[in-house]
């Protein structure tokens, strides 16, 4: 599977951004996908996640309630919609793949993974 991630840009604070990402190869639709943030000097930390079927995701606490991960199987897509953006929001976005079951919140756990897109937020 391979991943292209867009939609990132600079945003004030209290704005909003969605992110995108594109599939191709592999069986889309049969992974589980995510999105992982990473910011600079720090770890790559995990963001959200959506089952095959999107009927169940997984948020990190640090963004529930104002990110939103969706997906669409028929155009090859994932989303990630982000609202009430805060500057601690500011990372490289990078969205991910993985072939097992489970909505999985470790890096190493996924298989795949897109080139990333810059978010930054300004206070």
């Known amino acids: 599977v391979q991943l292209q991630a867009s939609g990132g840009g600079l945003v004030q604070a209290g704005g909003s951004l969605r992110l995108s990402c594109a599939a191709s190869?592999?069986?889309?639709?049969?992974?589980?996908l995510a999105w992982f943030r990473q910011a600079p000097g720090k770890e790559r930390e995990f963001v959200a996640a959506?089952?095959?079927?999107?009927?169940?995701?997984y948020y990190d606490d640090s963004v529930k309630g104002r990110f939103t991960i969706s997906r669409d199987n028929a155009k090859n897509m994932v989303y990630l919609r982000m609202s009430a953006l805060k500057p601690t929001d500011s990372a490289v976005y990078y969205c991910?793949?993985?072939?097992?079951?489970?909505?999985?919140?470790?890096?190493?756990?996924?298989?795949?993974w897109g080139q990333g897109t810059q978010v930054t937020v300004s206070s």
């Open positions: 190869g592999g069986t889309f639709s049969r992974n589980v």
């Open positions: 959506i089952s095959w079927s999107g009927s169940s995701t």
């Open positions: 991910s793949a993985r072939n097992g079951d489970g909505l999985a919140a470790q890096t190493y756990e996924y298989d795949y």
